[in-house]
């Protein structure tokens, strides 16, 4: 596969991962945050631990769009999937989530119209096939996502298609690295920065992470390559005293971003006044809603939706694994009553969510060791 | 609905529900098919139904699976597929060509892996109950001599085997379901095996361990029952498992491993090591068997699980899938 | 939020601008050019793909510029090593690593 294989070559990876044992001083402990889920998922994939220093700690951030949604917006979802005239679609990623009355496959498996999109122009094609039914779309993601609900959304308006609505819950990412930034239990010396929201946002909007707080930050891609990489970047500019934005995900990632997907975004949404993120608390001007000209368009507008307040188990303590304070089996739940096979939490079932990373990929080979001798 | 999917839930049905009720005390393992032995005679005998939507896709139909899948669970167990007896459950108000085409790609499907189809029933359902239809399928076979199928008898140092590429099948279904909108140019790999599993035992008889063929759930799913089941570590190269481009770029699109993608014309083996290789050149020289490949091998750690390596170093563990495979975007 | 792959343009629809056909590695899509109608690719171009929109146009050059610093690292680290091996430092600069004497390069 063209632009993935050539940043897996062992050789490159190798080479890359003894120039950051190279940089890396032996007496400092690094402490690196990935913000993005999709790094978090990347790093275990490609067992990017193992050829990493024990120096070097990497931190998964709150980058995970599902992660971060309240329960209460799930059941407001599934509410909505109570109407036999109703069609809920969301992605893959959404189905095992659980809500108070089970997860949307769950509700599939008492007979509600639960469906699984790749995309939202196939939710739209859905409600195009379907004109006596009503196609909710329940819409997440960050930035990188947003802007092609936003298209589609323009898309159903432009072709009068009035039975499709967006359910919007997509979450803006700066927020949540201030938030993580202004948590007093952090401590971070750097930042591995989202990769593909910055196809969207660029890299200016990362500008005070440097300035202000002083900490390195360098735009990455996903590849094992591209990670290493963003690694070894960022170790030089400790090294140097430096705290600036780069851009190792060049070949994808524009500066200044892409502009028709930011004109898209500001056409359909606006930003709420505030939005609650899951172990974050509430957070203003976060989360996008979608404005009155497209009220026909918005789930919200469309039903009456209980948008009631569901609070996690006390036991459980998404928020502080969400924030980098605690290591998901730290959590008191962990690997007991929360498991990928009946989670408590969003980070248990999210391919993206610490917690089940840590889960899948890491948690029994704590147990062994030695079990591979690394072959450079 | 986990339940049917193959992972730890179906095995958690099988094993907490059915197995304590209908199989008593014993406390084997539980095998794709049973050996039963009569008169100093040793049958093969197993039943598996068959659900798959939609029924009709690139490379085969439902009945051809209710035949190959039957025959194959008969082959991995150490034995020749030799007779089927099918049942179908109809939806009322399907037209009757399509039972017909059933019927016929069955009779295709039996004499190509060389099994008689000698019995049957058809039940009807009111429409709705049955996604047009479903077929099960109760084949016997006859055991192969000198091949003992034992989770028990796998040692460390042993190695994986797979006939061919995997995920084929899963995808194939997946893109025929048409709700993902991609197209490839896949198919099914559905087939009867045991031409393989005869090279395969042929070539390396008491060598042969452990055999399985990963349906749903895949190859991840087989794998961490076999580590379960003898409790040692199985440890993958990734660069060695075999798998068509086309299967690679649909799940990198669609953010599924191959390894829980299920199959329906391939199979895993457990083979002693000073066999290994004239095992593989075995199958490679056989029709069908040009993309077998080792592909990791049976250690001490990590105890009841599997491991997969990549060349430069880095590893992850491999779990059973808990339901089905699903298409993510994050 | 995150995945997202590279796929090449096939074709561009015929009827409609905005929709493109894309392959990765045999596996073809429509997606959506919507994104990019300010730098619109053409067949042929390479595009990030993420719930079948397309992203932004993959730049050839900065990938291969990628590769080149990759394939660099630690080679000018080997060549400097070297360099030094040569006693071409200010003396009172370079520490004593036992390797400075022309019988240790090889």
Partial sequence: ??????????????????????????????????????????????????????????????????????????????????????????????????????????????????????????????????????????????????????????????????????FCNHVTIIPAIRAILDSPDMRLDAFIGPGHVSTVIGCRPYEWIAQ???????????????????????????????????????RVVPWEGNRAALRAMGEVFQLRSFFEWRGLGFISQSALRMRDEFSEWDAEQRFSIPGIRVTDPKAAQCGEVLKGVLKPHQCKLFGRECTPEHPIGALMVSSEGSCAAYFNYEHRKQAMVNILSPTA | ??????????????????????????????????????????????????????????????????????ANDLAVSGARPEALVVTYIVEAGLRSEILEAEVRAMGTA??????????????????????????????????????????????????????????????????????????????????????????????????????????????????????????LGIVLQEEEIPVRDAVRGAC????????????????????????????????????????????????????????????????????MLVGDPLPRIC | MCLAIPGKIIEISSDNPDTALIDVVGVRRKVDLGLLQDDRPVAGDWVLIHVGFAMSKISEQDAAEQMETLRMLGESEAAVQEVRGYGLDEPSNRPWDGRNRVEDLE
Avoid at chain 1, 84 to 98: E, H, K, L, S
Avoid at chain 2, 18 to 27: C, H, K, N, V
Avoid at chain 2, 285 to 305: K, M, N, S, Y
């Fill in chain 1, 1 to 166: 596969m063209r632009f993935v294989d050539e940043f897996r070559q062992p050789e490159l990876i190798a080479r890359a991962a003894e120039e950051i044992r190279r940089l890396a001083d032996p007496t400092r402990h690094y402490r690196l945050m990935e913000v993005c889920g999709g790094h978090t998922h990347a790093i275990y994939r490609f067992g990017l631990k193992d050829v990493l220093p024990d120096n070097i700690e990497l931190i998964h951030g709150p980058g995970c769009p599902v992660c971060v949604l309240p329960m209460g917006r799930i059941d407001d979802g599934m509410s909505v999937a109570q109407d036999p005239n109703v069609i809920f679609a969301a992605f893959g990623d959404m189905m095992r989530v659980p809500g108070t009355h089970g997860s949307p496959l769950e509700h599939k498996a008492r007979g509600r119209d639960v469906r699984i999109v790749y995309s939202p122009a196939d939710a739209l094609k859905l409600a195009r096939a379907n004109p006596d039914k009503h196609v909710m779309f329940f819409a997440i993601g960050f930035e990188t996502t947003a802007p092609s609900t936003a298209l589609t959304v323009l898309r159903a308006k432009a072709e009068g298609v009035r039975n499709f609505s967006v």
């Fill in chain 1, 212 to 250: 202000n707080e002083h900490k390195p930050i360098v735009v990455c891609g996903f590849e094992p390559l591209d990670l290493l990489q963003s690694i070894v970047m960022l170790l030089r500019q400790l090294k140097a005293g430096e705290a600036k934005v780069e851009n190792q995900y060049k």
């Fill in chain 2, 1 to 70: 609905m986990a339940h049917g999917a193959g992972g730890q839930a179906s095995r958690r049905l099988i094993e907490g529900l059915f197995a304590p009720i209908l199989f008593g005390a014993s406390a084997e393992p539980l095998t794709d098919a049973a050996h039963v032995k009569f008169d100093g005679a040793q049958l093969a005998i197993t039943t598996d139904s068959f659900v798959v939507k939609p029924i009709r896709f690139p490379g085969g139909s439902i009945g051809e699976l209710a035949v190959n899948g039957t």
């Fill in chain 2, 110 to 231: 039996a004499q190509k892996a060389g099994v008689r189809i000698v019995g049957g029933d058809t039940k009807v359902v009111e429409h709705g109950k049955a996604d047009s239809m479903y077929i099960t399928t109760a084949g016997i076979g006859r055991a192969l001599k000198g091949v003992v199928i034992d989770p028990a008898s796998v040692k460390p140092g042993d190695k994986i085997l797979v006939s061919g590429p995997i995920g084929d099948h899963g995808i194939t279904i997946l893109l025929a379901r048409g709700e993902l909108d991609l197209e490839a140019d896949l198919t099914s790999d559905t087939r009867s095996v045991f031409p393989l599993v005869e090279v395969l035992v042929r070539a390396a008889g008491p060598g042969v361990r452990w055999m399985r063929d990963p349906t749903r759930g895949g190859a991840a799913t087989s794998l961490n029952e076999l580590a379960r089941d003898c409790g």
């Fill in chain 2, 252 to 319: 990198e699109l669609l953010g599924l491993d191959p390894l829980h993608i299920a199959n329906e014309g391939q199979f895993l083996a457990v083979v002693a090591p000073e066999y290994a290789d004239a095992a593989i050149n075995a199958l490679n020289l056989t029709l069908g068997g040009e993309d077998a490949r080792v592909i990791g091998e049976v250690r001490e750690q990590p105890t009841g699980a599997v491991l997969i390596s990549t060349r430069y170093g880095g590893s992850r563990i491999i779990d």
